[in-house]
């Protein structure tokens, strides 16, 4: 099984910036791409950012122009860099890793996300 680790999360104010981490480790059975998703309370969970293995990236409409997803120094890392934060950023993100396919097959625990003065 594949084991995401995000890191990164916390409380931020409006109009400030944070990055997201995430490390895949684990039994890694293929790689398609990592991203992010996010769901707030009483919200449904929504995609933020994908960067697949061959190079293509996409965007949440909510997100795009503010957020920036990249792979970092080694195959099995993603980070998210989060700037012009609005407190309806506000949400767990979670890490997904896609071992095949256009949907996620593990997902991270979530990191918490609060953009507020």
């Known amino acids: 099984q594949v084991h995401l680790a995000e890191s990164g999360g916390g409380l931020v104010q409006p109009g400030g910036s944070l990055t997201l981490s995430c490390i895949a480790s684990?039994?890694?059975?293929?790689?398609?791409?990592m991203g992010w998703y996010r769901q707030a309370p009483g919200k449904e969970r929504e995609m933020v950012a994908i960067?697949?293995?061959?190079?293509?990236?996409d965007y949440g409409d909510s997100v795009k122009g503010r957020f920036t997803i990249s792979r970092e120094t080694g195959w099995n890392t993603v980070s998210l860099q989060m700037n012009s934060l609005k407190p309806e950023d506000t949400a767990v993100y979670y890490c997904t890793f896609y071992a095949l396919g256009d949907t996620p097959n593990y997902w991270g625990q979530g990191t918490q996300l609060t953009v507020s003065s």
């Open positions: 960067a697949t293995n061959g190079g293509w990236l």
């Open positions: 684990g039994n890694i059975p293929g790689f398609n791409g």
